[in-house]
């Protein structure tokens, strides 16, 4: 019994170890019952945008339509993990984003992340919270251990969620010698809503009058190497290989677009991914990111189309020139994504410190070139500059 608790309380500790680096600060908690890390991470940026589609109040080149220059905090976060009775894992994340953009200093921190886990056999952890909900391994990739500055969460055609987050209950494991993943659930998805605060009636069409959660997975199959974290890098720079393919998918029932003035169209989403990320002799790394996606909201919708994300990256020691594409082509034409970019990573100390740029052609939202019928939304020019502090 003892060497069955050591193991877990090991294995619990790796989970978060592991998803967080091992910069993470100790807390003495005074007791054996309760293990305490604080992590945070620090980004600042600056992003200059110019050209594309009028400017907004909060998007867009300056009011006048000329370049505009930014200084802000992308993210500011703190977070607290741990284990608790040996077998229990915990990790909570509150952060603030884009705090100061545009001169805006209201923006509010919030809960990002809070998940208990169970771990009751090795590699098998059983989780509830305020999840990453799993579609595709970008779908749940690491905001500060990443290639690039913005990766796939604009082409996430999801019903209801946070950043990619939403409350449910999931499984997590390795199999067959780590060489198979699996990770899914149920999701609390979209919901109806009442009609007023005063009549609970939900409104009509009603989306998803039964309550039915949104059930989500993906499997992937390691060939070398393996996702041991709650969440995934996008270059790991830490000299370990990596090559794993995976499938993942979605489903809601009338939880898409309304289909008339009484039914909603079903929900659902099919996704299928490559990751390779190999250490290379002499401190280099190659890394090789390509995932595909079809959403359907129901025919003819605007968040029903096709995506496609890539990413490349080449390391020599600190200096990593990277490429990075998302696009997502929507059945109407109207509501189309489009990113082309690419950029240099300077690594001081690996993903705890470091300094990126990238340069981006965007079209977000609007039409693509080249579509029949349809003027193409002017692109979006921007350049970034990113520092940050990770521990």
Do not use: C
Not at 122 to 127: G, H, L, Q
Not at 341 to 352: F, K, M, P, Q, V
Request: no cysteine; proline share 6%.
């Amino acid at each position: 019994m003892r060497h069955m608790t050591s193991w877990i309380r090991g294995s619990s500790l790796a989970v978060f170890l592991v998803s967080s680096g091992v910069f993470a600060i100790e807390v003495r908690t005074g007791t054996e019952d309760f293990t305490l890390n604080v992590d945070g991470n620090l980004q600042f940026r600056n992003e200059n945008i110019f050209d594309g589609p009028p400017p907004t109040a909060t998007s867009g080149p300056a009011p006048s339509g000329h370049f505009n220059s930014d200084f802000f905090m992308r993210r500011a976060s703190l977070s607290a993990r741990g284990t608790a009775y040996k077998y229990l894992w915990y990790y909570v994340k509150l952060e603030t984003g884009r705090f100061g953009a545009r001169g805006n200093y209201s923006a509010a921190s919030l809960l990002q992340d809070v998940v208990v886990g169970y771990v009751p056999v090795p590699d098998f952890y059983i989780e509830g919270g305020f999840l990453k909900t799993p579609l595709s391994r970008p779908a749940v990739d690491s905001s500060w251990r990443d290639n690039a500055l913005e990766s796939v969460s604009d082409i996430l055609m999801y019903p209801n969620t946070r950043a990619q987050r939403q409350t449910g209950v999931q499984v997590r494991a390795l199999l067959l010698d780590r060489r198979i993943l699996i990770r899914g659930g149920a999701y609390e998805g979209a919901r109806a809503a009442a009609i007023s605060s005063t009549n609970p009636a939900p409104a009509t069409p009603s989306v998803n009058p039964n309550g039915v959660p949104l059930w989500a997975g993906m499997a992937r199959l390691n060939l070398i190497g393996d996702d041991s974290g709650y969440t995934y890098p996008q270059i790991y720079a830490d000299g370990t290989s990596h090559i794993s393919f995976g499938v993942g998918g979605q489903f809601q029932p009338h939880s898409g677009s309304p289909q008339n003035a009484t039914t909603v169209y079903d929900y659902s989403a099919l996704a299928a991914d490559v990751f390779v990320d190999m250490a290379l002799p002499n401190d280099m790394e190659a890394l090789f990111i390509l995932d595909g996606y079809r959403f359907d909201w129901g025919p003819g919708q605007a968040k029903t189309g096709d995506g496609l994300h890539g990413e490349l990256g080449y390391r020599w020691g600190p200096i990593q020139p990277q490429a990075n594409f998302y696009w997502f082509n929507s059945d109407t034409r109207r509501n189309s994504f489009l990113k082309l970019a690419g950029g240099l990573n300077y690594y001081i100390r690996g993903h705890h410190a470091k300094i990126q740029a990238e340069y981006e052609s965007l079209i977000a939202g609007g039409v693509l070139p080249n579509t029949p019928g349809l003027t193409a939304t002017p692109r979006q020019h921007q350049i970034l500059v990113q520092a940050q502090i990770a521990f």
